[in-house]
């Protein structure tokens, strides 16, 4: 009997063993299978789930949609081997955005090259030089070099070391296949002397979204040579020769369709022969800056950078999220004198709320926000512009846009993601230069996100994370505890 029983539960152990055995063997059979499955969907997909804030490996919308419509084929060419990009996130990234574009397009095609072992390849760029790293576009005759460099935002740290901050890969390939398809060719120049401010960062931006960006040397440059200047917060009042080439330029032998962007400073003295120039396109300054009283319209606490609202609305249509603020730090007062004289249309596009006021430049320590005799509502930003009609009836225009402050190109306007400072100005300017093809590609950062919140809102989530919170916790502790008292 008892050694019945055993072989029956030997029997029984036996066959579970099996049985074991055999889910055993499916479930690893069905591992490399669907391993084997999603390496071959990799292949030809791409699998990829990007979870970075703003999907940061992925191409964005408007790039997707710029070379789905390519009608033209282009070439991109790597100098350097699939496996260098490693590492550095920063290097991964770039190299994962890069690799998209031809799947999104059977018009673009993607080579890595060993130019140093390819002698061929070097000879067929005679013109340029070529390094390990850089990016050639071509297509036909055009070619456009983006150096390995220029993939990136460099900036410098607290402890003077530089690092990058920023990628710019899909902005500077994006850009570099709109230059060689398109034949709108925007020339820019930065004016330089006169103690000019540096705008090297909204130059870089500019040059990134496909504009050709050089700097030009006030007394001895051909205006004539660009398609807008840029003009910033000058120290030293120009000369009466400059402001009458500046009319020349804009008046354009009676062609105008040209732009100049001026911005001011605080920091600004007199300047009588600027100011000359800036009231015949209804604009005038005072002395001063701009400060703001309402905390729901100024960043970081400081009632020295305000934010400025949107007036005109066609223009901020062209946001992606226009209740997002246009940062305006440090501004100078600015006021309209006309809106239609003599030809000349002043347009307000941004303004100061209510709330804001002037400190003037002589205010002393004690000086409070009811001691000002300025207040707005002003003028942040002003379009101005000379319309007429040309000898066939066409439509001929030239602008002036008019910024209260050069901080708007500051690094914490233009790389901060949670105001529209870079979004706005290059939309404003692809619509005033009429160009055929355009995108607007910000960089990428690949830290974390600033928060974008007003004072106010810093100030309730402080009130709620500090007092509302712990007591809610206690409360809770505390009637827990009665609970279990009175049981």
Known sequence: ????????????????????????????????????????????????????????????????????????????????????????????????????????????????????????????????????????????????????????????????????????????????????????????????????????????????????????????ALFDDFDVLLLLSPTIDISEDITRRLDAFLYNDGQYGKTLIYTASAAQGDMPNLSNFLREWGISFHDGMVFETDPERTYSFQPFFPTASYVAERYAQLLRDASMPFLMPFSRPMELLFTSRDGVYAEVLLEFSESSGVQPPNAGESFTASDAVLRGPFPAMVLSSFNTVGAEGEHLSSYVIVSASTGIFDSIALLNTSVTNSQYMLNLLNELSGRTYSVNIEPVSLAGRTLGITSAQASRLGVVLVGIIPLFILLIGIVMWLCRRHK
């Not at 408007?62 to 070439?75: C, G, H, P, T």
């Not at 990016?135 to 460099?149: C, K, M, T």
Request: charge should be negative; charged fraction near 15%.
């Open 1 to 220: 009997m008892l050694w019945g029983a055993n072989l029956k539960r030997l029997k029984h152990s036996y066959k579970i063993n099996i049985l074991f055995a055999i889910i055993i063997t499916f479930s690893i059979v069905a591992v490399i299978l669907v391993n084997a499955i999603v390496v071959r969907l990799d292949e030809r997909f791409h699998l990829r789930l990007d979870l970075t804030g703003g999907s940061a490996f992925e191409l964005g919308d408007e790039s997707k949609n710029f070379i789905a419509s390519l009608d033209r084929y282009v070439e991109i060419f790597i100098l350097a081997q699939s496996g260098d990009f490693s590492g550095n996130p920063y290097l991964v990234q770039a190299q994962r955005i890069i690799d998209q574009y031809p799947r999104f397009s059977n018009m673009i095609s993607l080579t890595y090259i060993d130019f140093a072992a390819n002698p061929l390849f070097a000879a067929s760029f005679p013109e340029h030089t070529l390094s390990h790293g850089d990016i050639i576009i071509r297509s036909g005759d055009a070619v456009e070099q983006i150096f390995s460099a220029n993939l990136f935002h460099i900036g410098q740290l607290p402890d003077g070391s530089l690092s990058v901050i920023a990628s710019r890969a899909e902005e500077a390939v994006t850009s570099a296949i709109l230059r060689v398809i398109s034949d709108d060719n925007v020339r820019i120049a930065f004016l330089t002397g006169n103690g000019a401010a540096d705008g090297s960062l909204f130059a870089q931006l500019l040059s990134g979204n496909s504009y050709d960006v050089q700097s030009a040397s006030m007394p001895t």
